[in-house]
C-alpha cells in the first residue's frame, strides 16, 4: 500500500550543491508533477510529465530539473542549490485520462539551503 | 486559465463550533472539485470531492456542494474537534492538472 514515496523526508544543502529528491509511485499513474509549499503561497507547480519521456515546465521551473524514464518514477534536481530554493517539496501523481479522479501526494521533503 | 480563490486564514475556532471555508473558482469545460486536508509534518490528503454540478461531497463530518451557477465549492463543519487542525486547500482539476488554492490554516483550541 505503498502509493507516492519520496526521500529524504530532510535535508540541508550549502548554496552551489546540487542534489535529486526521489520520487516513486506505485500505481501506474502517467501524470506525475513536483510542487514546492511556501508560507503564504500555497502549493506552486515546478515540473511535470504526462507520461515516460515527457516533461514540462510548471509555474516555477527555474533552478531545477526532472527526467521521466519510467512509469514509476519522476526525480527532481537542484543543479545549484540556493536560499531562495528553501521549501517543502511534494511529489503527486494521478491518472491522466480519468480527470475526475484524485491526485496521490508524497510526505513532503522539507530543504532547507544555507 | 484555471484559477481558484480560498478564504484565507488563519481560523482559529473553539471545539464544537461551525467551520466554513469559502471556496470560488474559475475554469473552462467541467472541472472537478476537491478538498485536500494537510495534517502538521504530513502530506496532502484527499478530504472530499465532487465531480459534477450539484455533487455533494462528504467525508469525516466535513461537506462541500459544487454549486456551477456560483462556481463555489465552499467547505463545512457542523461540529469541530481539536483534531480537525489542519490546513485545507481547495483544488480543481479540468483536464490533467491540479489548481490549488492558497490554503487556509484551520487551529480548533480546547
Known amino acids: 500500500n505503498a502509493g507516492v514515496t519520496q526521500t529524504p523526508k530532510f535535508q540541508v544543502l550549502k548554496t552551489g550543491q546540487s542534489m535529486t529528491l526521489q520520487c516513486a509511485q506505485d500505481?501506474?499513474?502517467?501524470?506525475m508533477s513536483w510542487y514546492r509549499q511556501d508560507p503564504g503561497m500555497g502549493l506552486r507547480l515546478i515540473h511535470y510529465?504526462?507520461?515516460?519521456?515527457?516533461?514540462d515546465q510548471g509555474e516555477v521551473p527555474n533552478g531545477y530539473n526532472v527526467s521521466r524514464s519510467t512509469t514509476e518514477d519522476f526525480p527532481l534536481r537542484l543543479l545549484s542549490a540556493a536560499p531562495s530554493q528553501t521549501s517543502v517539496y511534494f511529489c503527486?501523481?494521478?491518472?491522466?485520462?480519468?480527470?475526475?479522479?484524485?491526485?496521490?501526494f508524497g510526505q513532503g521533503t522539507r530543504l532547507t539551503v544555507v | 486559465g484555471n484559477s481558484v480563490t480560498q478564504m484565507e486564514g488563519p481560523v482559529t475556532l473553539s471545539e464544537e463550533a461551525f467551520l466554513t471555508i469559502n471556496c470560488t473558482y474559475t475554469?473552462?469545460?467541467?472541472?472537478?472539485l476537491f478538498w485536500y486536508v494537510q495534517y502538521p509534518g504530513e502530506g496532502l490528503q484527499l478530504l472530499l470531492k465532487?465531480?459534477?454540478?450539484?455533487d455533494k461531497g462528504s467525508n469525516k463530518g466535513f461537506e462541500a456542494t459544487y454549486r456551477k451557477e456560483t462556481t463555489s465549492f465552499h467547505l463545512e463543519k457542523g461540529s469541530v474537534q481539536v483534531s480537525d487542525s489542519a490546513v485545507y486547500f481547495c483544488?480543481?482539476?479540468?483536464?490533467?492538472?491540479?489548481?490549488f488554492g492558497a490554503g487556509t490554516t484551520v487551529t480548533v483550541r480546547a
Open positions: 465532487a465531480t459534477k454540478a450539484d
Open positions: 483544488a480543481l482539476r479540468a483536464d490533467y492538472k491540479l489548481s
Open positions: 510529465s504526462v507520461g515516460a519521456g515527457i516533461t
Open positions: 500505481m501506474n499513474h502517467e501524470y
Open positions: 475554469a473552462t469545460g467541467y472541472p472537478s
Open positions: 503527486a501523481s494521478s491518472s491522466f485520462l480519468r480527470t475526475n479522479t484524485e491526485a496521490f
